[in-house]
């Protein structure tokens, strides 16, 4: 599968984005898709997870509460609004798939992705 990921940008502290993460492909539906994030000189993290239905989601505790992670299956689109956006927020943000048929954890470890999308650019201003 091909992830494609969007909507990243320039946004002042207290604002907000949706990313949007589209996938190439009849088997969206087989994968839980994962939101991680990447600021300057830093690992990547964690930030959110969703199971192939939507019934399951997992949260960094940074984000918790301001951040949002959601799937059109039909669109085969995975999404992540983010709201009250604060400076530390500034990162390269990467969308992940994990097929599901052969492990249904929901994974908040990079390892656990089978693919990656290119990165969306996401610079908050204080």
């Known amino acids: 599968v091909q992830l494609q990921a969007s909507g990243g940008g320039l946004v002042q502290a207290g604002g907000s984005l949706r990313l949007s993460c589209a996938a190439s492909g009849r088997t969206f539906r087989h994968y839980s898709m994962g939101w991680f994030r990447q600021a300057p000189g830093m690992e990547r993290e964690f930030v959110s997870v969703?199971?192939?239905?939507?019934?399951?989601?997992s949260y960094a505790d940074s984000v918790k509460g301001r951040f949002t992670i959601s799937r059109d299956n039909a669109k085969n689109t995975v999404y992540l609004q983010m709201n009250s956006l604060k400076p530390e927020d500034t990162a390269v943000y990467y969308c992940?798939?994990?097929?599901?048929?052969?492990?249904?954890?929901?994974?908040?470890?990079?390892?656990?992705?089978?693919?990656w999308g290119q990165g969306t650019l996401v610079t908050v201003s204080s």
């Open positions: 969703i199971s192939w239905n939507g019934d399951s989601t």
């Open positions: 992940a798939a994990h097929l599901h048929t052969s492990d249904q954890r929901l994974w908040v470890e990079c390892r656990g992705y089978d693919y």
